[in-house]
């Protein structure tokens, strides 16, 4: 339930890394906001806030969600907790807030956890934002999928046994979250024979981007990286990838 005179709470997806491939409402709502959620490591920059940098006005009140990047579990969602509150907060005294979100909102975004706490006390408006899917699809230059083909999403932390049934089950597989999985789910690829078919990409559309087969991938992979799989029989699968 709703207030008559509180703030919209907006999940921005600010895209993959490049800033020209952030929406115009995007950079519309962002351009004018006057409160401004990010998520943040607890080392270096937001990458969320690094892609809208330009478009961020210098007096807007900023609200970093810090949280640790780390292998072990870290308790993120007394993070979000007590950024909805500080959120609530603004929206309660009518301010709009702008939330950013790498790629789109609503996929493995960390939005969805302030939506969970905030959807059913505040008016929300999702942006959606082109996906690290499509970024690398676009990337590597081959389709993700065909005709009737299934296509699988799998995030790479998952164990070997259950990404190789998923994978067997499929006609095309993106695989999430590398990171420092590679060496395992590239041994895993080539016990399955899928190397050949298999394309690396890294930071998808960003200056430092990387793209390769996977036979070709360096041997250690950033978090913002992921494998391409195509099982069928289409003519441009056998083109090199530029």
């Not at 892609?51 to 993070?79: K, L, N, S, T, Y």
Request: hydrophobic residues 45%; proline residues 9%; negative net charge.
């Amino acid at each position: 339930m709703t207030g008559t005179h509180t703030g919209t709470l907006f999940g921005i997806g600010v895209g993959p890394g490049d800033p020209e491939l952030m929406t115009l409402k995007a950079h519309r709502l962002i351009s004018g906001a006057r409160v401004i959620a990010y998520p943040a490591p607890d080392s270096g920059e937001s990458f969320a806030r690094r892609i809208a940098a330009a478009a961020i006005p210098p007096d807007a009140e900023e609200i970093p969600m810090v949280v640790p990047m780390r292998a072990d579990r870290f308790p993120a969602q007394e993070v979000y907790a007590g950024a909805a509150e500080r959120i609530a907060t603004r929206l309660s005294e009518g301010a709009d807030v702008v939330v950013l979100c790498e790629g789109d909102p609503f996929f493995y975004g960390s939005f969805m956890y302030l939506h969970a706490r905030l959807a059913d006390r505040f008016p929300v408006e999702i942006v959606p934002g082109v996906s690290s899917l499509t970024a690398c699809a676009a990337a590597f230059g081959r389709p993700l999928t065909a005709r009737n083909d299934v296509l699988t999403v799998l995030p790479g932390p998952l164990a070997d046994a259950e990404l190789r049934a998923r994978i067997e089950a499929a006609g095309a597989v993106a695989i999430m979250k590398v990171g420092r999985h590679l060496p395992r789910i590239r041994a895993l690829l080539a016990e399955m024979g899928l190397t050949a078919r298999a394309g690396y990409v890294e930071r998808a559309s960003l200056p430092e981007q990387h793209v390769s087969p996977l036979a070709e991938a360096p041997d250690e992979a950033p978090y913002f990286s992921m494998i391409l799989i195509y099982r069928g029989e289409d003519p441009w699968l056998t083109r090199t990838p530029s």
